[in-house]
């Protein structure tokens, strides 16, 4: 069997519509499951929404219905989102599912067995937007005073009787862990960003509620429900199975990749490595802590009204490209800014004159000059077997962009734009339109390797833009079974009757309110 590879997202919180932020990463983890897939790998994607907390019970009684229905509603939303934007998941979890609702209590009983949990009392600040603890040392003065979070929401004064987690046992476990794995945390500056946060001591962390019971229950303790972070992490293995330790939990934990933002790395490389350590369960591979998504440099605020729903661009721009300007513009790790103009520029100048103006010319040829059939090819000259051989070592670049755990899709995405605008070069270089006056041999020579080269570099975007990739490699008449990375050596079949050609991707224009603003 071929060897598995185990990637979630984060569990998006529902208590509003996605947002651009859900769909970047959402498009990322899915690009890389698809680039695994492409690879031969076994590869299992979850993603899912974490329903619980007093943040959900708060938007419910605003908005005036049970929190069970605002979680229906929302978690829909987030589902339709994955359909839209052709996220190929594995499976789509819910934290109010009875099965999430058994693994989770599951890991609670493994870290009480352990002796880590005990009750006690606790009093101190906790955001409602952020479901989190802070310490008043953590706290910012906000204007006229308020006390803000790190993050900069709102925090209020909370006490109750609560379980507590022995956090603190575990500083030095963790840190041996960040030393002996520093690919545990990526990028690097979020690996410094949480070593500096430990070795600042910890204290024991909140684990139950008791001011409302939207939540999974605490066993042998009425009336107290799991901090929502509790259940949101362990959604990561009820989407393998837990707490059935057989079958998809032995195959596919630990999970290789936990791809999250930046804002939410605390819980998922402080606390989440903490309560496996105690439940003796094996550790995520990798926890990655992605950029914030900016509207024109701006962060997106309901109050400035900067808000943009991704489905509204994808519909706009369409799906494909708007992955492709996410993936290929944003230097994955780092902070981002998208526009209308920037999208409009980035895919007419890399698919529109790029891709599909070479797919479409050369295509055309053949379908105009060789009975819409792939031509025989001459002899190679020097520039085929540069052609070919610059195709074999951007492949090996791509690789290792995606590879090693740094995952460099700008990288990998710009090496393949270099390669096919090569493409490009080689074809006008060769100019296959003069030729046919003077050699058609050596026509239909170019006409072959320009094909051939498109087919290569349709399979290698195809993690990307794989509708678009899917259509492209259509053209090009490639049964469905040979449009993986193991297929990029056979080459294209000449004699092989083609499809009549037509534009995949269409040039861009400016939105009209854009366009005017």
Known sequence: MSKPFYITTAISYPNGRPHIGHAYEAIAADAIARFHRLSGRDVRLITGTDEHGLKMVQTARDAGVETIKLADEMSSYFRDMCDILNIKHDGFRRTSEPAHHDASKALWKAMDAN???????????????????????????GEGGVKLSPQGTPVEWTAEETWFFKLSEYQDKLLKLYEEHPEFIQPESRRNEVMRFVEGGLK??????????????????PGHVMYVWVDALTTYMTGVGYPDTEGMFARYWPADLHLIGKDIVRFHAVYWPAFLMSAGLPLPKQVFGHGFLLNRGEKMSKSVGNVVDPMALADIFGVDQLRYFLLADVVFGKDGTYSAEAIVTKTNADLANNFGNLAQRSLSMIAKNCDGKVPTPGEATEAERQLLAQLHECFA????????GLFKIDNALDTIRERLSATNSYFADQAPWALRKTDPARADTVLYYTAEAIRQLAIMLRWVIPESCDKMLDLLAQPADARDFAHLGTAIETGLELPQPKGIFPRLEMPEAEASA
């Open 115 to 141: 002796g880590d949990l005990y009750l006690d009392r606790y009093e101190g600040w906790y955001s409602v937007r952020d479901e989190a603890f802070y310490g008043e040392d953590e706290l910012e003065a």
């Open 397 to 404: 670049e791509v690789k290792a962009a995606m590879t090693g």
């Open 204 to 221: 024991d962390l909140s684990v139950s509620r008791t001011s409302f019971d939207w939540g999974v229950p605490v066993p042998g303790s």
